[in-house]
């Protein structure tokens, strides 16, 4: 059973994006997943095997990864993978964070740190599919405003991005704007994020 808010230690990791080096690390916190965030990640079974093979993909094809870093280890991950085939700029984006920190902020911090990237690399769309039960991740997405719908057994959900601002303007210098007019009250935030608080 998870501890109240209360009894629970500090935060102090960063949250950035992962390098190339990260690969193992990135692994590593798929596997660690429990069964039910497993399964809430990958919307079903997904076994050893092909989580390892999915990480490497992740890395080869050359997602985006931002991580939760504690230490030596990604707790949490917050992942953009483009979509080529569709005419608007679009990403279809996925979050894990490991059962110790389930609820405690960090996939907010995620999630408001990936829709930063996705506007300075030019997406102006963002998908999100989960399974209908995944309260956690639709509860994240209606947050950002994401609009929500299901078929086929999925959830999912459409999040519109501003353009980016042109160069040389207050807007551009502010990437988390966007994101904060989104209704999400949560502050701006550097590259690095260390967590100082629970």
Not at 35 to 46: I, K, P, Q
Not at 119 to 135: D, F, I, M, S
Not at 180 to 186: D, E, I, L, M
Request: net charge positive; proline share 8%.
């Amino acid at each position: 059973m998870q501890k109240p808010a209360s009894q629970q230690a500090p935060l102090t990791g960063i949250i950035r994006q992962l390098r190339p080096s990260d690969l193992p690390r990135f692994r590593d916190h798929l596997l660690r997943l429990d069964t039910e965030s497993r399964r809430d990640r990958f919307n079903g079974f997904a076994d050893d095997t092909f989580v390892t093979a999915y990480a490497e993909r992740c890395f080869a094809k050359g997602t985006t990864v931002i991580g939760y870093v504690e230490g030596d280890k990604v707790l949490g991950a917050a992942e953009l993978h483009e979509r080529p085939e569709i005419v608007e700029p679009t990403g279809e984006i996925a979050f894990s964070v490991e059962r110790v920190l389930q609820h405690r902020g960090v996939g907010g911090r995620l999630f408001e740190r990936l829709v930063a990237n996705a506007r300075w690399l030019g997406y102006t769309r963002l998908l999100v599919t989960t399974h209908p039960q995944n309260a956690a991740m639709k509860s994240l997405a209606r947050k950002f405003n994401a609009s929500l719908s299901f078929a086929d057994g999925e959830t999912v959900g459409v999040i519109e991005l501003d353009p980016p601002a042109p160069v040389f303007t207050k807007a551009a210098s502010d990437p988390f704007a966007a994101a904060r007019r989104t209704g999400a009250s949560v502050p701006a935030m550097p590259p690095a994020v260390a967590f100082m608080h629970p």
